[in-house]
């Protein structure tokens, strides 16, 4: 494994180190997201709420802080004539792997679905639901996939492609 890709892979097994809006989690105390739910302790997010909510603190989680300031995590562009002729199918394909990743992954989240001239253009709130997506699709309807890392950013680029 040349050093790059040991780069990449320290990211994925990390990305809490190298999210821009999970830094100032490290220090936190409980903490409930009054938005989503979402619960905070012990420097893991859940969606099992906290023993002592009574006590919790109460602030936006990174997830809709994206959510809200639209900057995404992941970016996946699905292109070509089937993605025209399917984009229901598409589409519940991506909303069946979100609903798989937020479960267990309550930062995982999909922003928005939109329909343009090109295909369709997804935006999440995690690198991890992008490239489940993008497996997703390459898994049920063959294409061609890439996915580029952004090593500067926390960010990441999912392109797929089936004429
Ligand atoms: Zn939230």
Same mark, same amino acid.
């Given at each position: 494994m040349d050093?790059?890709? *040991?780069? #990449?892979?320290?990211?994925? #097994?990390?990305?809490?180190?190298?999210? &821009?809006?999970?830094?100032?989690?490290?220090?936190?105390?409980?903490? /409930?997201? &009054? *938005?989503?739910?979402?619960?905070?302790?012990?420097?893991?997010?859940?969606? *099992?709420? /906290? #023993?002592?909510? %009574?006590? %919790?603190?109460?602030?936006?989680? &990174?997830?809709?802080?994206? #959510?809200?300031?639209?900057?995404?995590?992941?970016?996946?562009?699905?292109?070509?004539?089937?993605?025209?002729?399917?984009?229901?199918?598409l589409c519940g394909l991506i909303r069946n792997t979100e609903e798989m990743e937020k479960s267990q992954h309550p930062l995982e989240r999909l922003m928005a679905i939109s329909d343009d001239a090109d295909g369709l253009t997804v935006t999440t709130t995690g690198l991890h639901l992008a490239q489940r997506i993008g497996h997703a699709l390459e898994a049920a309807y063959d294409g061609d996939l890439k996915i580029h890392y952004n090593n500067e950013e926390y960010y990441v680029d999912v392109h797929w492609q089936r004429d």
């Open positions: 050093k790059h890709r *040991q780069s #990449i892979s320290d990211k994925l #097994i990390q990305p809490e180190h190298h999210d &821009p809006y999970l830094k100032a989690w490290h220090q936190r105390s409980d903490t /409930l997201c &009054p *938005q989503c739910g979402a619960a905070y302790q012990a420097g893991r997010w859940t969606w *099992q709420g /906290l #023993i002592n909510a %009574a006590t %919790a603190e109460e602030a936006v989680c &990174p997830a809709c802080q994206r #959510i809200a300031e639209d900057v995404p995590a992941g970016t996946i562009s699905l292109r070509g004539d089937f993605v025209k002729q399917h984009s229901d199918e």
